[in-house]
């Protein structure tokens, strides 16, 4: 495959900043000399951004926020700028987890709105797609996906910068993990409405990561429960390197 694998690691809400800057630094540990090629990224919470950057100074990791809002400044309480993210030295986001559309109300258009703004305003974007257990049971995946794609696909100007998530819903946090086959179907979709790198997301172990990683559309992992604990996300990681 042409391009590096991405092996992201999404915290959500654990990790404060005490903790996050010793993992980082752990990370770094372990993965030093066997992430060549490789594009390691870790998502920790907003207020552990900082201690991850000054820890991962050098170490070949990114720090990427978990969602950015896309004004650049005003009334949005609770939000954070595309500015005040690049100020501390994180390099990129995600936009349109799963998480952040069913528990706080995010649409395809306010991921869309967030991806446009961070990919002008020199941020990476990892935008997060995916269809619901009765979606997939309907056999509506592929419309899911239209939709979800579709409205990135409208609204950025370039795709430079930009990554895709595939997470089905049921595979989230539930240990239950899409087969190899599904993930390729779903990431051939999603590169012919938009074609960029696309993750797999979705229970993703060190057990599994490789049988995913070796399909030909998957570029990589977005990796949430094994990604807390620095042994099982730099096993990841390896499985990612080794199929790079
Ligand atoms: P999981 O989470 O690996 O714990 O299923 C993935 C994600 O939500 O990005």
Redesign the pocket.
């Known amino acids: 495959m042409a391009i590096a694998q991405t092996i992201a690691g999404?915290w959500?809400m654990f990790k404060g900043p005490g903790e996050a800057g010793t993992f980082v630094s752990e990370l770094v540990q372990a993965t030093r000399g066997n992430i060549a090629g490789l594009d390691v990224v870790v998502c920790p919470p907003a207020t552990s951004l900082a201690a991850a950057v000054a820890a991962a100074a050098g170490g070949g990791i990114d720090v990427f926020a978990q969602t950015v809002h896309w004004a650049d400044e005003g009334a949005f309480t609770g939000e954070l700028s595309v500015g005040m993210l690049r100020e501390i030295g994180v390099t990129g986001t995600l936009v349109g987890?799963?998480?952040r559309r069913q528990l706080f109300g995010e649409t395809d258009e306010t991921t869309a709105s967030r991806a446009v703004a961070a990919l002008a305003g020199g941020l990476r974007v990892i935008a997060?797609v995916g269809e619901l257990e009765a979606e997939r049971a309907n056999n509506e995946t592929e419309q899911v996906l239209e939709r979800q794609v579709g409205a990135l696909a409208d609204a950025v100007s370039t795709s430079d910068g930009l990554t895709v998530?595939y997470?089905p819903v049921w595979?989230?946090?539930?240990g239950q993990t899409a087969t190899a086959e599904q993930a390729q179907q779903a990431h051939a979709v999603i590169k012919r409405l938009l074609p960029v790198p696309v993750l797999y997301?979705?229970?993703?172990k060190p057990e599994n990561a490789t049988e995913l990683l070796s399909m030909p559309d998957v570029d990589g992992a977005?990796?949430?429960?094994?990604?807390l604990d620095a042994a099982s996300f730099a096993a990841i990681c390896a499985a990612g390197s080794a199929s790079s």
Do not use: P, Q, R
């Open positions: 999404n959500k987890h799963s998480e997060c998530a997470e595979a989230i946090g539930t997301g979705g229970s993703v977005l990796v949430g429960g094994a990604s």
